[in-house]
């Protein structure tokens, strides 16, 4: 990942509040006019300052490494907020003290709030096409994939169907899946999926590769164990040292590097290639572009970048 996410797995574009004011709480005397444009006229719940925001870009900068721009306030609110109301905090300021005096796992869920994690099956087709063409070129070999942003497991899942289809039976591969949120962890792990969220398949792979679900599961899709053995999962954040031990053939980090400023995009960059074996290929997400990197990665295609 990339992250992180592209998958690797980050925020959502929001509007930005406009200037704080006052205005009476529902049931007051007083009414607000009609050019307040505060939180609380605004109808939000707690009271929302450029100073909270402030205090949360530095934190998920520091613990995560993503860049919040002052675009993202309402979305920064909404979903904080939420943290707010399960922790029984009634203040940004009280949440993010408690926050940053405690060690503790309140810091993960913290993060998860603050991750996107937009996906689906086969995302970017002409990577998978290339990837097929990769593998079905070397058959015999015994293929190490990582993941760097797995999200809910749709792009992990997608990887591993077509090194299924590519390598034939007794393919070997491995691919590792990682992701800054737990949450979208777990699911990827428990590999169940809406009915709708896999029609953009064929039957033919929906037939090979999954089983629906009867009964109290009718709805859902299952991946069937014989994909799922390939694959393994675990929780990396991308800007701290990577656990990851022997060197991988192909990396997918889409869509995680736009979240991230210019150094520590080259910090994670470098991270990827030490963990690369040379000649290793590397998809990324079509909106992001390591020119200016040629001494780690060559462009080989539309967003596949060769490991230097």
Known sequence: MLTPTASRTTPLKGQPPGRTSLMAQPGSAFAATAGDEGPLAQGREFLWSDADFTRIKALIYKKAGISLHEGKHAMVYSRVSRRLRETGHSSFRSYLDSLEQHDGPEWQEFINALTTNLTAFFREQHHFAVLHELMAARRSHDWRIWCAAASTGEEPYSIA?????????????????????????????????KTEGVKGLSQE?????????????????????????????????LIQDLPLRDPFDVVFCRNVMIYFDGPTQRQV????????????????????????ARSLFVLRGKTVYERV
Not at 163 to 175: C, K, S, V, Y
Not at 270 to 292: Q, Y
Request: charged share 20%; hydrophobic share 40%.
């Open 269 to 292: 960059l470098e991270r990827i290639h030490r963990v690369m074996k040379p000649g290793g290929m590397l998809f990324v997400g079509h909106a992001e572009n390591f020119s200016d």
């Open 205 to 237: 792979r929906l037939q090979r590769f999954f089983m629906r679900g009867k009964g109290t599961n009718a709805g859902f899709m299952r991946v069937k164990p014989e994909l799922q053995k390939h694959l393994a999962f675990m929780t990396v954040n």
């Open 161 to 193: 169907m077509t090194a299924t289809e590519a390598l034939g039976p007794g393919g070997r591969f491995h691919i590792v899946n990682s992701d800054i949120d737990t949450k979208v962890l777990a699911t990827a792990a428990r590999g169940v999926y």
